[in-house]
């Protein structure tokens, strides 16, 4: 999104919102901080004092703050615009009542302010909009969405299904009992992985060596690189199985992880994906009463059964 695009965006939505438009100091605070320019710059660029163009963009961010229904400053207009971009052009938008904040995706009606929804909801990344991990700092936080960048395409779902949670657990609690038994790393749930300032994801289950984890986890408990062993287990959605099945595996090939399991719980199934000439391929597909194994997990054994609820 250009300057000027975001300029016609703000003036459109304050037309039909407030019925009011930009004058012309206000537009040119609004195009000059867009491309980062200072009060101070922009007032000898149009010849006004500093503190009445600070005042006028004090008075824009508060009208702006109004209009998007959240905090908007200098900072983060751009990350705000587009996210307001990429949500009003998802043909599955609709308002949440009870969370206030555009949401991505097919969003079903929610009850009286309650957490059910009868839709169903699906991941959604709109191409044009570059994202960066610094986006994510601001966006609203919300216990109920995960957000993740993927190529600097950004990813919004709901928290999962109950079973889909229940599947996560089952597997990390087999790995974590070999891992004890072991002691050659560690089980994580749900782990944040920041590869780049343009890919940050939470898969829902790794598997690392402690050697690894040394190298690779952050003051904030973060991974910043890849983990030996990533589980992810599909939700229902077209979209969601794209993300997990060529998105995130292209994603892991190419950051190193050595070994990809991807469960489906509605046809009970498992895909193992190993390195391979150094690109993640499929190795196997696990059925029923299959028994799953690793070399990354010496005397690891299980039937795959065992990961999915009755």
Partial sequence: MTAEEALNLVDSLLCSTFGQRLNDVQSVVFLESWLGRTYAEIAVQISYEHDYIKQIGCQLWRLLSQLFDQEVCKK???????????SSNSSYLKKAIDINIFELGKVGIQNSGSRKQTGTIMSQAIDGVVW?????????????????????????????????????VK????????SEF????????????????ADSIIPDVVWVSRERL??????????????????EVLSPGKQNELRDKEAKLKLYS?????????????????????????????????????????????GFSCSIRLFFPT
């Fill in 76 to 86: 983060n207009i751009q990350t705000v615009l587009r996210y307001y971009h990429q």
């Fill in 132 to 168: 960066t991990v610094q986006d994510l700092e601001v966006l609203p936080e919300n216990e109920w969405k995960r957000y993740e960048i993927i190529n600097s395409e950004l990813f919004v779902t709901p928290a999962p299904h109950r079973r889909h949670q229940q599947v996560c």
């Fill in 171 to 178: 597997i990390a609690r087999s790995l974590d009992a070999w």
């Fill in 182 to 197: 072991s002691d050659l790393g560690e089980t994580i749930i749900a782990p944040g992985m920041l590869f780049s300032q």
């Fill in 214 to 231: 040394a190298q690779i986890e952050d003051e904030a408990g973060h991974l910043t690189g890849a983990p030996e062993l990533v589980v």
């Fill in 254 to 298: 190419i950051h190193g992880v050595h070994e990809y399991w991807i469960l489906d719980r509605f046809t009970q199934k498992v895909e193992i994906y190993r390195r391979e000439k150094a690109q993640l391929v499929l190795v196997a597909t696990l059925l029923n009463d299959d028994e799953i194994a690793s070399p990354l997990l010496p």
